[in-house]
């Protein structure tokens, strides 16, 4: 009997399907067994439409994506919401960028069936994780998928044809 956990592809597909089907348009699978790990380490799944709300973590806490599939932007803000930074994680660009704490963030989907594995210190606290961005709306208010567009406009399309 094997102690290794593993994750295919096949799950990493199935997953998408989930996410994409969900209300969120997103899912993750987690590696650590508890919240309270020192490290957390996950798969998140994210499809076009789906909207992070900006956040910062505490100085000292990064957070690292690290591309497996699919095309993602990562934006950093200014403190009235102005983009600072911008990194395209894709085919020819970035495999992965840290964000270090402290740095407002968010990150977009720009193609179908995103996979990022995802580290960050812990432990997790639901109330204590992240600060979100007083000038971004909350999740499911109608201004987020404006806000949303406008990320997206930061980012060239996506340079390979698409299936009919």
């Known amino acids: 009997m094997s102690s290794c956990r593993s994750v295919s592809f096949a799950q990493l597909r199935l997953l998408a399907l989930e996410a994409q089907g969900s209300p969120r348009r997103r899912g ?11 490290i957390q380490r996950f798969f998140n799944v994210l ?3 789906t ?29 009235q919401g102005e983009v ?18 402290g740095l407002m963030h968010t990150v977009v989907a720009l193609a179908p069936h995103t996979v990022l594995f995802e580290v960050k210190p812990g432990p997790y606290g639901a109330l204590t994780d992240k600060d979100f961005a007083p000038w971004a709306p909350e ?19 996506d340079p390979t044809p698409s299936t009919p």
Do not use: C, K, M, N
């Open 51 to 79: 909207y992070v709300r900006p956040h910062r973590h505490e100085e000292g806490r990064f957070e690292l994506f690290v591309l497996l599939a699919g095309r993602a932007g990562v934006l950093t803000f200014g403190p």
């Open 84 to 101: 600072v930074e911008t990194h395209l994680l894709g085919e020819g660009a970035l495999a992965a960028v840290e964000i270090p704490g």
């Open 47 to 49: 499809q076009p439409g």
């Open 139 to 157: 999740e499911g208010q109608r201004e987020a998928a404006a806000l949303l567009a406008t990320w997206e406009r930061h980012f060239p399309p």
């Open 28 to 38: 993750h699978h987690t590696l650590h067994p508890r919240l309270s790990d020192p």
